[in-house]
């Protein structure tokens, strides 16, 4: 399967527009995780594979034929892959996407905490059953 590439209609969209063929290709199961495991330089497909939580080895042959092709994976001639500088781009470019995840988790994890628990309306009463243990 060739790479989702821009001016081709991809999963969701026919207008081929470059957001959403970066998106059809990161929603690919492993591509995010195979360039945000080589952001530090090259890797050898067997340490790549197993830092990738031991993918199968044609899943991961097959998403890196994917990334080569489109631009953002290269293979070294020592059998190494690396992000080109189109792949640190991606780098670049998701660091704000992680600030705000870490800030949207922190957000749910406050809304959590200030939700009522099963024990306690905020009036000090129970809101378990009478005769409950829980």
Same mark, same amino acid.
Not at 1 to 6: E, I, L, Q, V, Y
Not at 28 to 46: A, K, S, T
Not at 52 to 66: F, G, K
Not at 104 to 112: G, P, V
């Given at each position: 399967?060739?790479?989702?590439?821009?001016?081709?209609?991809?999963?969701?969209?026919?207008?081929?527009?470059?957001?959403?063929?970066?998106?059809?290709?990161?929603?690919?199961?492993?591509?995010?995780?195979?360039?945000?495991?080589?952001?530090?330089?090259?890797?050898?497909?067997?340490?790549?594979?197993?830092?990738?939580?031991?993918?199968?080895?044609?899943?991961?042959?097959?998403?890196?034929?994917?990334?080569?092709?489109?631009?953002?994976?290269?293979?070294?001639? *020592? @059998?190494?892959? #690396?992000?080109?500088?189109?792949?640190?781009?991606?780098?670049?470019? &998701?660091? +704000?996407? %992680?600030?705000? !995840?870490?800030?949207?988790?922190?957000?749910?994890?406050? *809304? @959590?905490?200030? #939700?009522?628990?099963?024990?306690?309306?905020?009036?000090?009463?129970? &809101?378990? +059953?009478? %005769?409950?243990? !829980?």
């Amino acid at each position: 399967m060739a790479a989702p590439r821009p001016g081709r209609a991809v999963r969701g969209s026919s207008t081929g527009r470059p957001l959403m063929a970066a998106l059809d290709l990161f929603g690919q199961r492993w591509n995010l995780r195979i360039v945000w495991e080589l952001q530090h330089g090259p890797v050898g497909f067997r340490a790549l594979q197993e830092r990738c939580d031991n993918m199968s080895s044609s899943v991961l042959r097959q998403r890196l034929t994917e990334l080569v092709d489109a631009a953002l994976v290269e293979q070294h001639p *020592d @059998s190494t892959y #690396a992000l080109t500088e189109l792949g640190h781009g991606v780098h670049r470019a &998701l660091r +704000p996407l %992680g600030r705000w !995840a870490a800030e949207w988790a922190a957000t749910l994890s406050a *809304d @959590s905490e200030d #939700a009522p628990s099963a024990s306690d309306d905020r009036s000090g009463k129970s &809101l378990s +059953p009478k %005769g409950s243990d !829980a």
